[in-house]
């Protein structure tokens, strides 16, 4: 169902003209518009990384194995849904990869800035996108399942969102979430990525679980890198000079491919059952109660 944000009117008509008070979003180049007011840059991220991002993520051994992971997490605990959407799309390299694994299924996908939703809508074209604030979602009982990927980090009101979220899940509705792990890990690296926060476990937990949601699924990823990962951020903290965002995406194809090797061996551990304590980020699988 729709949710108004302006008279707070729940409806299912089928566009998105409130029978209450008139609103309706903008809608630009097929892109509904919920708070254009929120368009322009600011201190969640940085509108520049999306052409970055865009150009890395097909081959880049990280957003390839966690493509697979959320793929994975969707078909063992979400093998019946019908629709989905992805809070914070970005580029859409994560609804491209849903959407050949999925094909049936209504596919929707979220930005706060129009700029990654155009590199998201040449990737997914079976999509429907929107220019969103994720604390201001506008629906109630919508979507089967919901997945932010490394995107709550960026908000202070994270708190927030995961509400917002559980609003927009049908009941028994499932919530996929990947975010950075371990204080220990914040570097410059963090800062460039405009985040606020890394998550401890308990943090998260207590968190999802306030939301109003029963975790089915909590583990870690990237446990298997996580010696390198410590010694990249030593190696950034003795050399303070000037951090280029770029650099931490130049890697050797050598290594490249021996990096994806290993996290895809984690992965196979992730499918049988084990769930790691430690690692460079966390997934949560949790379910609407």
Not at 133 to 155: K, T
Not at 179 to 191: A, I
């Amino acid at each position: 169902m729709k949710y108004c944000p302006f008279c707070a009117q729940v409806f299912e008509n089928s566009d998105w003209h409130c029978p209450n008070c008139g609103w309706k979003p903008e809608k630009r180049d097929n892109v509904l518009i919920f708070a254009p007011e929120l368009e322009s840059p600011n201190s969640g991220f940085r509108s520049s990384s999306f052409a970055l991002l865009a150009s890395l993520e097909a081959n880049y051994f990280w957003f390839r194995v966690r493509n697979e992971l959320i793929i994975w997490a969707l078909e063992k605990y979400g093998a019946k849904i019908s629709s989905f959407m992805e809070i914070g799309c970005g580029t859409g390299f994560v609804l491209q990869g849903i959407a050949r694994s999925f094909p049936e299924i209504r596919l929707a996908g979220s930005e706060i800035y129009t700029k990654g939703i155009a590199f998201a809508a040449e990737r997914c074209r079976e999509g429907e996108f929107m220019q969103m604030d994720a604390r201001q979602c506008p629906f109630i009982d919508e979507f089967d399942a919901i997945g932010a990927f490394d995107v709550i980090e960026h908000i202070e009101a994270d708190n927030k969102v995961l509400k917002q979220i559980y609003q927009s899940l049908k009941p028994y509705g499932l919530l996929l979430l990947t975010v950075p792990q371990h204080r220990w890990l914040w570097s410059k690296v963090d800062e460039n990525a405009c985040h606020i926060r890394r998550y401890t476990k308990k943090e998260l937990h207590d968190k999802i679980a306030l939301a109003g949601f029963n975790i089915l699924r909590s583990t870690s990823f990237v446990t298997s890198l996580l010696p390198c990962i410590l010694l990249s951020r030593l190696m950034r903290q003795n050399n303070p000079g000037r951090f280029v965002a770029e650099s931490e995406f130049q890697i050797n194809p050598v290594l490249n491919q021996f990096f994806e090797k290993i996290l895809r061996l984690e992965l196979r551990l992730i499918q049988n059952g084990v769930s790691f304590p430690v690692g460079g980020s966390r997934l949560v699988v949790a379910e609407k109660i």
